[in-house]
Protein backbone atom coordinates (compact mmCIF):
# COMPACT_ATOMS: atom_id res chain seq x y z
CA UNK A 1 0.00 0.00 0.00
CA UNK A 2 1.03 3.46 -0.86
CA UNK A 3 2.07 6.38 1.87
CA UNK A 4 -1.12 8.65 2.37
CA UNK A 5 -0.79 11.31 -0.14
CA UNK A 6 1.62 9.58 -2.63
CA UNK A 7 0.45 8.21 -6.32
CA UNK A 8 0.88 4.92 -7.03
CA UNK A 9 2.86 4.90 -10.27
CA UNK A 10 1.98 2.29 -13.57
CA UNK A 11 4.79 -0.24 -14.20
CA UNK A 12 7.21 0.74 -16.78
CA UNK A 13 6.40 -0.10 -19.91
CA UNK A 14 8.76 -1.03 -22.60
CA UNK A 15 9.41 1.65 -24.88
CA UNK A 16 11.11 2.29 -28.27
CA UNK A 17 12.84 5.55 -29.75
CA UNK A 18 11.19 5.25 -33.46
CA UNK A 19 13.57 7.42 -36.12
CA UNK A 20 14.81 7.77 -39.44
CA UNK A 21 15.76 10.20 -42.08
CA UNK A 22 13.28 12.69 -44.07
CA UNK A 23 10.97 10.75 -46.47
CA UNK A 24 12.22 7.10 -44.76
CA UNK A 25 9.12 6.33 -43.96
CA UNK A 26 9.04 6.30 -40.41
CA UNK A 27 5.65 8.05 -39.82
CA UNK A 28 3.74 4.86 -41.82
CA UNK A 29 5.59 2.59 -39.50
CA UNK A 30 4.25 4.69 -36.38
CA UNK A 31 0.61 4.45 -38.09
CA UNK A 32 1.24 0.81 -38.26
CA UNK A 33 2.31 0.26 -35.01
CA UNK A 34 -0.57 2.87 -33.19
CA UNK A 35 -3.30 0.68 -35.16
CA UNK A 36 -2.06 -2.37 -34.15
CA UNK A 37 -2.49 -0.82 -30.55
CA UNK A 38 0.48 1.10 -29.24
CA UNK A 39 0.77 4.36 -27.46
CA UNK A 40 2.95 6.22 -30.38
CA UNK A 41 3.79 9.48 -29.52
CA UNK A 42 4.88 12.01 -32.26
CA UNK A 43 7.89 14.50 -31.01
CA UNK A 44 6.53 16.70 -34.16
CA UNK A 45 3.49 16.20 -33.30
CA UNK A 46 3.52 17.65 -29.85
CA UNK A 47 6.38 20.57 -31.37
CA UNK A 48 3.40 21.61 -34.00
CA UNK A 49 1.16 21.74 -30.80
CA UNK A 50 3.74 24.05 -28.92
CA UNK A 51 3.90 26.09 -31.74
CA UNK A 52 1.01 26.74 -33.15
CA UNK A 53 -1.50 29.86 -32.41
CA UNK A 54 -1.68 30.23 -28.41
CA UNK A 55 1.13 27.32 -28.00
CA UNK A 56 3.29 27.07 -24.96
CA UNK A 57 6.53 28.00 -27.08
CA UNK A 58 4.90 31.02 -29.02
CA UNK A 59 6.18 33.53 -26.66
CA UNK A 60 9.63 32.42 -25.78
CA UNK A 61 9.77 31.98 -29.68
CA UNK A 62 8.79 35.65 -30.59
CA UNK A 63 10.90 37.13 -27.47
CA UNK A 64 14.11 35.14 -28.77
CA UNK A 65 13.72 35.90 -32.56
CA UNK A 66 11.31 38.67 -33.42
CA UNK A 67 8.07 39.02 -34.83
CA UNK A 68 9.46 38.08 -38.54
CA UNK A 69 9.02 34.25 -37.57
CA UNK A 70 5.32 34.44 -36.11
CA UNK A 71 2.49 34.05 -38.98
CA UNK A 72 -0.56 36.04 -39.40
CA UNK A 73 -2.33 33.39 -37.49
CA UNK A 74 0.12 34.17 -34.12
CA UNK A 75 1.46 30.72 -35.35
CA UNK A 76 5.22 29.90 -36.11
CA UNK A 77 5.96 30.59 -39.41
CA UNK A 78 7.80 27.22 -40.33
CA UNK A 79 8.93 28.16 -43.57
CA UNK A 80 10.54 31.00 -42.24
CA UNK A 81 12.04 29.43 -38.97
CA UNK A 82 13.59 26.45 -41.23
CA UNK A 83 15.49 29.18 -43.38
CA UNK A 84 17.01 30.67 -40.35
CA UNK A 85 17.40 27.56 -38.61
CA UNK A 86 19.26 25.22 -41.25
CA UNK A 87 21.42 28.20 -42.32
CA UNK A 88 22.27 29.12 -38.46
CA UNK A 89 23.55 26.64 -36.36
CA UNK A 90 23.68 28.91 -33.46
CA UNK A 91 19.96 30.04 -34.39
CA UNK A 92 18.68 26.32 -34.51
CA UNK A 93 20.41 25.36 -31.14
CA UNK A 94 18.98 28.76 -30.07
CA UNK A 95 15.54 27.36 -30.71
CA UNK A 96 15.81 23.69 -29.35
CA UNK A 97 16.89 25.65 -26.08
CA UNK A 98 13.07 26.38 -26.17
CA UNK A 99 11.84 23.63 -27.72
CA UNK A 100 13.54 20.65 -26.53
CA UNK A 101 12.45 21.09 -22.94
CA UNK A 102 8.75 21.61 -23.35
CA UNK A 103 8.64 18.86 -25.80
CA UNK A 104 10.27 16.16 -23.21
CA UNK A 105 7.87 17.51 -20.46
CA UNK A 106 4.47 16.76 -22.47
CA UNK A 107 6.54 13.66 -24.07
CA UNK A 108 6.46 12.02 -20.35
CA UNK A 109 2.77 13.22 -19.62
CA UNK A 110 1.50 11.19 -22.66
CA UNK A 111 3.89 8.40 -21.84
CA UNK A 112 2.14 8.03 -18.28
CA UNK A 113 -1.07 8.42 -19.43
CA UNK A 114 -1.81 6.67 -23.16
CA UNK A 115 -3.12 3.17 -23.08
CA UNK A 116 -0.84 0.43 -24.72
CA UNK A 117 1.14 -2.14 -24.32
CA UNK A 118 4.24 -0.83 -25.00
CA UNK A 119 5.38 2.96 -25.77
CA UNK A 120 6.74 4.15 -29.18
CA UNK A 121 8.38 7.58 -29.15
CA UNK A 122 8.76 8.86 -32.67
CA UNK A 123 11.59 11.48 -32.85
CA UNK A 124 13.11 12.56 -36.28
CA UNK A 125 16.46 13.91 -34.74
CA UNK A 126 16.80 10.93 -32.35
CA UNK A 127 20.38 10.18 -33.49
CA UNK A 128 21.65 13.71 -33.42
CA UNK A 129 20.41 13.84 -29.49
CA UNK A 130 21.52 10.33 -28.95
CA UNK A 131 22.81 10.51 -25.44
CA UNK A 132 19.51 11.96 -24.07
CA UNK A 133 16.91 9.72 -26.39
CA UNK A 134 19.55 6.55 -25.59
CA UNK A 135 19.01 6.90 -21.35
CA UNK A 136 14.40 7.42 -22.35
CA UNK A 137 14.07 4.60 -24.46
CA UNK A 138 14.94 0.48 -24.44
CA UNK A 139 15.78 0.36 -27.63
CA UNK A 140 16.28 2.59 -30.49
CA UNK A 141 14.47 1.39 -34.13
CA UNK A 142 15.39 3.32 -37.30
CA UNK A 143 13.53 2.98 -40.78
CA UNK A 144 15.77 3.04 -43.77
CA UNK A 145 16.09 3.34 -47.21
CA UNK A 146 18.80 4.88 -49.56
CA UNK A 147 19.24 8.87 -49.77
CA UNK A 148 18.12 9.25 -53.39
CA UNK A 149 15.13 7.53 -52.27
CA UNK A 150 14.52 9.37 -49.60
CA UNK A 151 15.19 12.68 -51.92
CA UNK A 152 12.44 11.81 -54.46
CA UNK A 153 9.96 10.70 -51.62
CA UNK A 154 10.51 13.90 -50.35
CA UNK A 155 9.81 15.91 -53.26
CA UNK A 156 6.81 14.06 -54.21
CA UNK A 157 5.11 14.79 -50.91
CA UNK A 158 5.77 18.29 -50.50
CA UNK A 159 6.54 19.75 -53.78
CA UNK A 160 10.19 20.85 -51.96
CA UNK A 161 13.09 21.32 -54.62
CA UNK A 162 16.08 18.39 -54.19
CA UNK A 163 18.09 21.33 -53.10
CA UNK A 164 16.02 21.77 -50.23
CA UNK A 165 15.91 18.48 -49.44
CA UNK A 166 19.38 18.26 -49.51
CA UNK A 167 19.39 21.11 -46.92
CA UNK A 168 17.18 19.17 -44.79
CA UNK A 169 19.18 15.85 -44.78
CA UNK A 170 22.67 17.94 -44.22
CA UNK A 171 20.99 19.44 -41.22
CA UNK A 172 20.35 15.61 -40.13
CA UNK A 173 22.44 12.84 -39.16
CA UNK A 174 24.08 10.87 -41.72
CA UNK A 175 22.42 7.41 -42.60
CA UNK A 176 25.84 5.76 -41.52
CA UNK A 177 25.73 7.34 -37.99
CA UNK A 178 21.69 6.07 -38.09
CA UNK A 179 22.87 2.47 -38.86
CA UNK A 180 25.16 2.81 -36.32
CA UNK A 181 22.82 3.68 -33.29
CA UNK A 182 20.23 1.25 -34.38
CA UNK A 183 19.30 -1.70 -31.82
CA UNK A 184 16.55 -2.72 -34.83
CA UNK A 185 16.34 -2.28 -38.42
CA UNK A 186 13.19 -1.63 -40.46
CA UNK A 187 13.86 -1.69 -44.14
CA UNK A 188 11.68 0.63 -46.23
CA UNK A 189 13.47 0.68 -50.13
CA UNK A 190 10.81 -1.18 -51.63
CA UNK A 191 7.43 -1.39 -50.88
CA UNK A 192 4.37 -0.81 -48.41
CA UNK A 193 3.44 -4.35 -47.95
CA UNK A 194 7.15 -5.40 -47.56
CA UNK A 195 7.57 -2.50 -44.75
CA UNK A 196 4.48 -3.63 -43.25
CA UNK A 197 5.52 -7.27 -42.58
CA UNK A 198 9.22 -5.55 -41.13
CA UNK A 199 6.58 -3.52 -38.76
CA UNK A 200 4.71 -6.31 -37.62
CA UNK A 201 7.35 -8.59 -36.61
CA UNK A 202 8.61 -5.24 -34.40
CA UNK A 203 4.97 -5.35 -32.57
CA UNK A 204 5.18 -8.71 -31.82
CA UNK A 205 8.39 -8.50 -30.99
CA UNK A 206 7.35 -5.63 -28.68
CA UNK A 207 4.61 -7.55 -27.57
CA UNK A 208 6.80 -10.36 -25.88
CA UNK A 209 8.86 -7.66 -24.69
CA UNK A 210 5.74 -6.07 -22.73
CA UNK A 211 4.56 -9.46 -21.86
CA UNK A 212 7.98 -10.16 -20.27
CA UNK A 213 8.08 -13.57 -22.34
Known amino acids: MSEPGTRTLPPRRPCIGLTGGIGSGKSAVA ?12 ADAVAHALTAPGGEAIDAIREAFGETVIGPDGALDRSRMRELAFADPAQRARLESILHPLIGARLRE ?25 ERVDRIVVVDCAPELQVRRVMQRSGLTAEQVGRIMQAQATREQRLAAADDLLDNSTDLEALRRHALELHRNMLERAQGI
Open 31 to 42: DMLRDWGAAVID
Open 110 to 134: LADTLPGPYVVLVVPLLVESLQRWR
